[in-house]
C-alpha cells in the first residue's frame, strides 16, 4: 500500500514501487512471483510441445503434398487437430509419437485452408488397410466434366499421392510410395474408371502410415504445359492415417 508523506507518494502501488533518494521521486517495478505450475498446466505444456514437434515432421514429410502452397495458420491447425487425435485430457508421452486409435482425426487436414479439396473433387477415394498390410486406394467412377472443378486454361491435372510410413520416435521414413494419375480433362472418355491401387506397408519399424494427396493443375501454354498452382490455389490434404 502506498501513502502520501508531505506531499510525496511513498509505498507500492500495484507492482510499481515509489520512493525517494536525494530529493527525487524513483519509480521502481516490482518483480511479482513466477506463478507455479500445476499438474495440469505442465501436462499441457508437454502435450502442446509434443504435439507441435510432431507437426512439424508432418510438414516437413509432407512437403511434396503441399510444396509449400500451405497457409500462414497451417502449423496451428495442425497442432490443433493433433492435440484432438491425443484426446483432450493431454495425456501425451515425452516421446515424440503417436498412439492414439483416434489418428483418423486427421484425415481430410487441409495444408491450405483457403482452397479445400472437397471444393474441387466431388467424389472421394476410398483408402484401406488392410490385415495382411496392404494400403489400398480405390477412385469410384466420376463424370470428370462434371465432378471436378476445372479453373481457366487447364487441360490437364493429376492427382497425386504420397503414401508414407514413419516412424516419429527414430524421426525417420521407412518408404514411400508417390503414384501420379494424370487426367487428360479434354480427350478420353468422359467418364473415368480406374484401377485399385494397392501398396505394401508391411515395413519393420514402420509405426504410421500417412497418405497426402493433391491435385495439380496444368494449362497448355507455347508448346509445354505450365503449372496453374499457386499459394492460394493448391489443393492438398491428409486422406489416409493408420497405425501400423
Do not use: W
Request: glycine letters at 6%; proline letters at 4%; one cysteine or more.
Amino acid at each position: 500500500m502506498a501513502t502520501i508523506e508531505n506531499g510525496t507518494l511513498k509505498g507500492l502501488v500495484g507492482n510499481v514501487v515509489f520512493r525517494q533518494s536525494n530529493e527525487k521521486t524513483i519509480v521502481q517495478t516490482k518483480v511479482g512471483r513466477k506463478p507455479k505450475q500445476t499438474k495440469g498446466t505442465k501436462a499441457a505444456s508437454v502435450s502442446f510441445g509434443v504435439s507441435s514437434a510432431i507437426g512439424a515432421y508432418i510438414r516437413r514429410t509432407m512437403a511434396e503434398v503441399h510444396m509449400g502452397f500451405y497457409d500462414s495458420n497451417m502449423h496451428n491447425r495442425l497442432v490443433t487437430q493433433l492435440q484432438r487425435v491425443n484426446g483432450p485430457s493431454g495425456h501425451i508421452s515425452k516421446e515424440k509419437s503417436i498412439r492414439s486409435n483416434k489418428i483418423n482425426r486427421l484425415v481430410n487436414f487441409q495444408f491450405n485452408e483457403k482452397c479445400h479439396m472437397q471444393d474441387f473433387m466431388h467424389f472421394d477415394p476410398q483408402i484401406q488397410l488392410l490385415d495382411n498390410k496392404q494400403l489400398t486406394i480405390q477412385f469410384p467412377k466420376f463424370d470428370k466434366q462434371k465432378d471436378i472443378r476445372q479453373p481457366k486454361n487447364c487441360d490437364l491435372l493429376i492427382f497425386n499421392l504420397f503414401i508414407v510410413m514413419l516412424n516419429f520416435e527414430q524421426q525417420q521414413y521407412i518408404h514411400i510410395h508417390s503414384p501420379q494419375i494424370p487426367i487428360n480433362l479434354h480427350t478420353g472418355p468422359k467418364m473415368v474408371e480406374l484401377e485399385q491401387l494397392s501398396f505394401d506397408v508391411n515395413y519393420k519399424d514402420a509405426k504410421t502410415v500417412l497418405v497426402g494427396m493433391n491435385i495439380e493443375y496444368y494449362g497448355f501454354h507455347r508448346h509445354k504445359h505450365l503449372l496453374l498452382n499457386n499459394k492460394s490455389f493448391h489443393p492438398a490434404a491428409i486422406v489416409g492415417a493408420f497405425i501400423n
